[in-house]
């Protein structure tokens, strides 16, 4: 059974950091890309970072610079470093992977950034 446990989020004001992490279960993750969506209000979810089982990296423009995504495979465990946080930054942040053609999603972590 694949698992995708997301902790981290949590409310800060501008211009602060968060780190999310996800934990991942019932995959072989050192050898899975994964994923970090988001999805604010009203709005729909998007790609915000991505790495690769070799370890390279995609960022959404709006985040390249503040956001970065790395993974310990000991851990089994992905990793979101949000810093220089703006307000619309504020959404669900969801983890993602796929395994044996499917796709799988954490259960979400709000963040919030009061401006």
């Known amino acids: 059974q694949v698992q995708l446990v997301e902790s981290g989020g949590g409310l800060v004001q501008a211009g602060g950091s968060l780190r999310l992490s996800c934990a991942a279960s019932?995959?072989?993750?050192?050898?899975?890309?994964m994923n970090w969506y988001r999805q604010a209000p009203g709005k729909q979810r998007e790609l915000v970072a991505r790495?690769?089982?070799?370890?390279?990296?995609n960022y959404a423009d709006s985040v390249k610079g503040r956001f970065t995504i790395s993974r310990d495979n000991a851990k089994n465990t992905v990793y979101l470093q949000m810093n220089s946080l703006k307000p619309e930054d504020t959404a669900v942040y969801y983890c993602?992977?796929?395994?044996?053609?499917?796709?799988?999603w954490g259960q979400g972590t709000q963040v919030t950034v009061s401006s």
């Open positions: 019932g995959i072989i993750f050192s050898r899975n890309a």
């Open positions: 993602h992977t796929g395994w044996l053609g499917r796709d799988y």
């Open positions: 790495i690769t089982s070799g370890g390279s990296t």
